[in-house]
């Protein structure tokens, strides 16, 4: 059973930034995406990233403000998020898939983490 820990969500104020981790027993060829729930919103998705060859994309209301990167000897993925807004309050997922696709179709990840908080605020 492959499990996904986030880490790294908090408050911080407007125009902030803060990067969220992803650890999971294996990337290796898989695709790992970010996710986000804001209150009383549907999830959406936020950064995706196909592990074996590096192709990401991200959701257009958040390009150039979020990256997803990753670290393949550490079985991490990141989530750099600069320049921080109120509305991007919300509980932000990892989630991954055995194939390699860019997609934020949610039903082609099997695997979720717990979420973590991030909250945006002065």
């Known amino acids: 059973q492959v499990q996904l820990e986030e880490s790294g969500g908090g408050l911080v104020q407007p125009g902030g930034s803060l990067t969220l981790s992803c650890r999971a027993s294996?990337?290796?060829?898989?695709?790992v995406g970010w996710f986000r729930q804001a209150p009383g919103k549907e999830r959406e998705g936020v950064s995706t990233?196909?592990?074996?060859?590096?192709?990401?994309v991200t959701s257009d209301s958040m390009e150039g403000r979020f990256a997803i990167s990753e670290d393949n000897a550490q079985n991490m993925v990141y989530l750099q998020m600069n320049n921080l807004r109120p509305e991007d309050t919300a509980v932000y997922y990892c989630?991954?898939?055995?194939?390699?696709?860019?997609?934020?179709?949610?039903?082609?990840?099997?695997?979720w983490g717990q979420g973590t908080q991030v909250t945006v605020d002065s």
């Open positions: 989630a991954a898939s055995e194939d390699p696709f860019l997609s934020f179709e949610e039903s082609g990840y099997k695997y």
């Open positions: 294996i990337f290796d060829t898989w695709t």
């Open positions: 990233l196909v592990s074996s060859d590096g192709d990401t």
